[in-house]
């Protein structure tokens, strides 16, 4: 049980760095796609290492710039978290469960990137080959 809460927690990390490189990785292919708003480039605080907590405790909006966050961010933490925590609860603190939370975080980033930008990054699927 605490292996399933541990990789919970480790998970909601996780996805804050998916959601990092899902903003960051696929190019605009036009100018009119470049987006307003500042993908979290500012100066990080401390309230906004801990991924949930800041979305909420921010009310959705960037400490600095004050732009809206996009609802995708809780919910590719959230999933991250989720999936950790079940693997953990499955298979432990093991190597296979390493190797099972690289693979659907790869998933997590390649399914959300197709779902914005209709891509399939090889950056992304050669490496994990």
């Known amino acids: 049980m605490t292996e399933s809460i541990i990789l919970g927690l480790t998970g909601l990390f996780l996805g804050r760095l998916l959601n990092l490189t899902i903003d960051r990785l696929p190019p605009p292919r036009t100018s009119a796609e470049i987006p307003l708003r500042c993908e979290g480039h500012h100066s990080v605080a401390l309230i906004n290492l801990v991924p949930l907590i800041s979305y909420l405790w921010r009310r959705r909006l960037c400490r600095s710039c004050r732009h809206r966050i996009p609802v995708r961010w809780p919910v590719v933490e959230a999933m ?17 469960a390493a190797v099972l939370i690289f693979y659907c975080a790869l998933f997590i980033h390649l399914a959300f990137v197709d779902l914005e930008h209709s891509l399939i990054l090889n950056k992304v699927v050669l490496p994990a080959l």
């Open 80 to 96: 991250t978290a989720l999936v950790c925590g079940l693997i953990g609860y499955q298979y432990g603190l093991t190597l296979s």
